[in-house]
């Protein structure tokens, strides 16, 4: 989440929307009652001497609405605001009756609020941290998928095969193949982001090679032990030791490593685990959670938005952290299988 202007004391923040995380986060944020800020489109009636009077036009405005309702839609990363309008960037637009937005990763917004709580602070400005992002190309002379870890989400950005015949070893014939992969990777590259390129044999050094002179100013890194490529390769990789040392203190890392305590824990018989929004509830009153990961198809289990919001964020006021898990990934798909919620606990509840 980029913070362009926040403003607490006088009960406003203006940013960009980046990430899934980012929309989970302003879910979190935006209340009944606040008004958000940001462009929508709006028909408008024009009356004209040969305008129809059924039709209207449909011009890009920006509004100010009072919420009324926030919904979450998680699978297709976007965030649903429904109010009335109270101020409208063009005065054709009528402000009568009610009026929704979609807010989505890239979208530009800012938020009132009458009284902004420590919480929606604390969930503001962490969202702003800048993590590192990685971006992942698992290669061979065949073929190649790149893809960005951002958080503990991953997108896929593409796939490119070389058209190679598997005896053909001459340099020149892969230079318009490994030309087009450094391309991409160039135009999902961001200042800050690692570049981290495997694949089985040699061909990832030369590949390697190519993104250092494409992109002088990256970090370009070599992880060995990965034998597959594609997106195949690119998930994969993500639960090879050796990129996971690279990635150390990521999110991703950290997902990976509290759902694999959440399995432990499960599979010897200990109470200090919670899973299922009923139990992490209760454990939320309690105190009792340390850490807490949610996956992104959490609804999916027939999970009620409201019940799982005011959880997340008692576990926040009580010292606990709340992470999102991508559910396309495998610690993801674990935790969709504890019912899309699940918690290590400080000490076990009574049972």
């Known amino acids: 989440m980029i913070i362009t202007r926040f403003d607490p004391r006088h009960g406003y923040c203006s940013l960009i929307v980046e990430s899934a995380e980012d929309l989970w986060t302003l879910r979190r944020v935006i209340e009944r ?24 036009e449909r011009v890009k405005v920006t509004v100010a609405l009072a919420v009324e309702e926030v919904a979450l839609d998680s699978s297709i990363e976007r965030i649903r605001v429904k109010g009335y309008i109270t ?24 938020i009132r609020k009458e009284k902004w709580t420590a919480l929606d602070e604390k969930l503001i400005r962490s969202s702003s941290e800048s993590s590192t992002r990685f971006v992942i190309v698992a290669v061979d002379r065949r073929e190649a998928g790149i893809g960005v870890v951002s958080g503990s989400h991953l997108a896929v ?9 598997g005896k053909m070893s001459e340099e020149q014939s892969s230079k318009p193949y490994m ?52 997106a195949d390769g690119i998930r994969s990789l993500l639960k090879e030791p050796a990129f996971q040392e690279v990635a150390k203190g990521s999110l991703l890392v950290k997902m990976e490593s509290l759902v ?5 824990r499960v599979s010897v018989g200990d109470p200090k685990v919670a899973y299922s929004l009923p139990r992490v509830r209760e454990a939320a009153s309690a105190g009792a959670i340390e850490a807490c990961g949610v996956s992104d198809d959490v609804f ?26 991508d559910s396309s990934l495998e610690f993801g798909k674990q935790i969709s299988a504890f019912g899309g919620i699940v918690a290590l606990l400080r000490f076990a509840l009574r049972a």
């Open 300 to 325: 999916s289990a027939g999970v009620d938005e409201e019940q799982l919001v005011r959880v997340l964020d008692i576990i926040e006021q009580k010292g606990g952290s709340v992470y999102l898990a």
């Open 260 to 264: 694999t305590e959440v399995v432990k």
């Open 157 to 165: 950005i593409s796939t490119v095969e070389s058209g190679l015949g």
């Open 33 to 56: 009652g606040d008004v958000v800020v940001t462009r929508s489109t709006r028909v408008v009636k024009r009356e004209e001497e040969y305008s129809r009077p059924d039709k209207g």
């Open 179 to 230: 030309t087009k992969v450094a391309d991409i990777v160039a135009s999902s590259w961001k200042a800050g982001d690692e570049v981290i390129v495997a694949g089985p044999g040699n061909f990832k050094s030369a590949m390697a090679n190519q993104l250092r002179e494409r992109l002088r100013s990256a970090p370009v890194r070599i992880v060995e032990g990965l034998d597959t490529t594609g």
């Open 87 to 110: 101020e409208a960037s063009d005065e054709t637009v009528s402000k009568a009756g009610s009026h929704a937005v979609t807010i989505s990763p890239g979208h530009p917004l800012t």
